[in-house]
C-alpha cells in the first residue's frame, strides 16, 4: 500500500510541474476553445457543436426552406445600334456596328420538379439566351413556355435532375401584418433575404398590370428582385415579387407581389393551353359618381356603373343594359373597375355566374356566361 501512495504522489507531482509550466509559459493553452492561427496567433473558438434550433422569432428556418427554390435569372439580347447607320461609326466598328448586346437580371422560383420556373414577363421579355443559376451553383439554360403580359408573369423550363421545388402558400389567407420574406438576387450581388410584413392587401389600379391584385410589403424589393419569392414565416410561396415605388430606384419600404393564387392561375393556363384563357362579357364600365347614378335615376352607393353594353355580347345576352350598377360577380364585391375587371377574367368562359346588379327599380341577380376575352394588342413590355 506504501509504494501505490508514493507512486500516486510522485504522478501528482508530475501533474502540478506540468500545469505549472504550461500556465508560465502558453497560458492560452489552458483556455476553453483557444487554438493557434496558421500565422501562429492564439485564438479563442466557438467549439463546433451543431447549431441549435432557432430561437422563438427567428426567421432562420423559413429562409433556409425557401431559399434553394429561389433562382438568378441573367438574360441577354440583341439590340440595334441606334448609330449602325452612321457612315463613320461604320467606318471604325464595321459590321459589328449594326447591333449591340444587352444584358438583364431577375430572379425566378422554382415551382415544379418537372423543372418549371415562375418569374416575371418584364424579366425575360425580348430575350434572346437566359441563364439559370441555383443556389448550389448550378447553371442551365432556359427557355420560355409561355408568358402573361396582363399579369407581368411568365412560366420558364429548365432539364436539371434533383431540382429544390417551394412549397406553394395561400394567398387568400395572407392578413395585414403577417411577417414575410423577400428572397432575390438585388443587383447581382446574390443571393438575399429581407425582411417585412405585409402592408396592405388587393392593392390595384397602380398602372402596373392590367389585372391588379397586389401583396403590398414593405420587405426590401430592388432591381433584380422582380421574379423572386415572396414566402411567409414557414417559407412557403404567397407570392412574386414584381415591382417597387421608388423615387431613387432603390427600396423605400413600398413593393408589390403578385399572389401566388394568380401565379397558379396563370401557370395552369400556359402550360396546359400554351396561353392564359379569361372571361369576358363585353361592357363598357366606369367609377360609380353622383353625375352618373343621376344621369342613370340608380341611388346605389357602391359598385361599378355600365355605360354601355356590346351588342350580342355575353352581358347583352344574359339581360344587362346600359345604367346597370354592378355589386357583385360570382360572390365577390366589386368596389372599382380593376376588381371588376379582375373578378370577370378568373370566371370560366362558358359557365354561367350570377351578377347581382342595381338598378332603378331595385336589385336583381342576372346570370350571365362569360365568353373568352380579346386577346390585347401587342405593345412593347417594360423592363
Known amino acids: 500500500m506504501k509504494r501505490y501512495w508514493l507512486l500516486f504522489s510522485q504522478a501528482v507531482t508530475v501533474l502540478l510541474a506540468a500545469y505549472f509550466i504550461v500556465a508560465t ?25 451543431p447549431r441549435p434550433e432557432p430561437v422563438p422569432g427567428s426567421l432562420s428556418a423559413a429562409a433556409k426552406q425557401a431559399m434553394p427554390a429561389v433562382v438568378s435569372i441573367n438574360t441577354s439580347k440583341s439590340i440595334p445600334n441606334p448609330r449602325a447607320n452612321d457612315p463613320w461609326f461604320q467606318f471604325f466598328f464595321g459590321d459589328q456596328a449594326g447591333t449591340q448586346e444587352q444584358a438583364g437580371l431577375g430572379s425566378g422560383v422554382i415551382i415544379s420538379p418537372d423543372g418549371y420556373i415562375l418569374t416575371n414577363n418584364h424579366v425575360v421579355s425580348g430575350a434572346d439566351e437566359i441563364e439559370v443559376t441555383l443556389s448550389d451553383s448550378r447553371r442551365a439554360k432556359a427557355r420560355i413556355i409561355g408568358t402573361d403580359p396582363d399579369t407581368d408573369l411568365a412560366v420558364l423550363k429548365v432539364e436539371l435532375d434533383k431540382l429544390p421545388v417551394i412549397v406553394l402558400g395561400n394567398s387568400d389567407q395572407a392578413a395585414v401584418g403577417d411577417t414575410v420574406l423577400a428572397i432575390g438576387n438585388p443587383f447581382g450581388v446574390g443571393q438575399t433575404v429581407t425582411s417585412g410584413i405585409v402592408s396592405a392587401l388587393g392593392r390595384n389600379q397602380l398602372g402596373i398590370n392590367t389585372f391588379e391584385n397586389f401583396i403590398q410589403t414593405d420587405a426590401a424589393i430592388n432591381p433584380g428582385n422582380s421574379g ?3 414566402v411567409d414565416i414557414n417559407g412557403n410561396l404567397l407570392g412574386i415579387n414584381t415591382a417597387i415605388y421608388s423615387r431613387s430606384g432603390g427600396s423605400l419600404g413600398i413593393g408589390f407581389a403578385i399572389p401566388v393564387s ?36 340608380v341611388k346605389a352607393g357602391q359598385g361599378i356603373i355600365i355605360t354601355g353594353v356590346l351588342h350580342n355580347g355575353p352581358a347583352a345576352q344574359g339581360g344587362m343594359r346600359p345604367g346597370d350598377v354592378i355589386t357583385e360577380v360570382a360572390g365577390k364585391p366589386v368596389r372599382n373597375v380593376a ?4 373578378n370577370v377574367a378568373a370566371l370560366p368562359p362558358g359557365t354561367a355566374a350570377p351578377f347581382i346588379v342595381q338598378r332603378a327599380d331595385g336589385s336583381t341577380t342576372l346570370q350571365i356566361t362569360p365568353g373568352v376575352r380579346p386577346s390585347p394588342p401587342q405593345q412593347v413590355n417594360r423592363r
Open 25 to 49: 509559459l502558453q497560458p492560452n493553452w489552458l483556455r476553453s476553445g483557444a487554438t493557434v492561427s496558421r500565422a501562429g496567433i492564439s485564438l479563442l473558438e466557438a467549439p463546433s457543436e
Open 262 to 297: 394568380t401565379a397558379k392561375l396563370v401557370l395552369d393556363g400556359i402550360v396546359k393551353e400554351g396561353k392564359v384563357t379569361r372571361g369576358w362579357i363585353g361592357v363598357e364600365p366606369n367609377e360609380l359618381s353622383p353625375e352618373l347614378a343621376e344621369t342613370f335615376g
Open 339 to 342: 376588381e371588376l375587371m379582375t
Open 228 to 230: 423572386g419569392a415572396l
